[in-house]
C-alpha cells in the first residue's frame, strides 16, 4: 500500500523547514567573531618569542579592554625569560566588546628585532635585548 501525503502536511513540514533554517541562518549573523587565527612563534638566536593577550576586567569581572603582549622563552628548555605587553586596547561600554579586539597576527623577525603585526595592519617594533617596544611603525 503506497502513502501518500496530502498538501496540508506537505506545507506544513516545509514551513517547520522554512523556520528552522531562518533561525539558523539569523543565530549564524548574530555569532560572535570567530577566535583569531593561532600566530606562529619566532625563533631568533635561542629564543622563541610567541604572542598572547589577556582581557582587562573590572572589579565586576565585565572586561574593560585587553593587552597584547609578547613572551620570549628559551628555545630549547621552554623557561620564560620575560613577558612584554606590546599594546593595549580600551574597550568602549556601549560597543561589544569581540568587535573591538584587536590580535596579534603575525611575529616576524627585522633583523635583530622582533615585528609584531596586529590583524587590523598595525605593526610595533619590539627591541628583545632593551625589552621594549619602539613604537608602532608606519610603512
Not at 32 to 60: C, F, H, I, M, N
Not at 74 to 92: H, N, Q, S
Not at 96 to 116: F, P, R, W
Not at 122 to 131: G, N, Q, S, Y
Request: charged share 25%; with cysteine.
Amino acid at each position: 500500500m503506497r502513502q501518500t501525503h496530502s498538501t496540508r502536511q506537505i506545507v506544513a513540514v516545509a514551513l517547520c523547514l522554512l523556520a528552522l533554517s531562518s533561525a539558523w541562518l539569523i543565530s549564524a549573523a548574530q555569532a560572535k567573531r570567530v577566535a583569531p587565527a593561532r600566530v606562529q612563534p619566532l625563533t631568533l638566536d635561542g629564543v622563541r618569542y610567541s604572542a598572547g593577550d589577556e582581557k582587562t576586567l573590572d572589579a565586576s569581572g565585565k572586561p574593560i579592554g585587553m593587552t597584547a603582549s609578547l613572551t620570549a622563552s628559551d628555545a630549547k628548555t621552554g623557561r620564560v625569560m620575560w613577558k612584554l605587553p606590546v599594546y593595549e586596547v580600551r574597550f568602549r561600554r556601549d560597543l561589544e566588546t569581540d568587535v573591538q579586539e584587536v590580535h596579534i597576527s603575525a611575529v616576524e623577525a627585522d633583523g635583530q628585532q622582533v615585528l609584531v603585526k596586529t590583524e587590523r595592519g598595525l605593526e610595533f617594533l619590539v627591541d628583545p635585548r632593551a625589552r621594549s617596544v619602539r613604537g608602532l611603525i608606519r610603512r
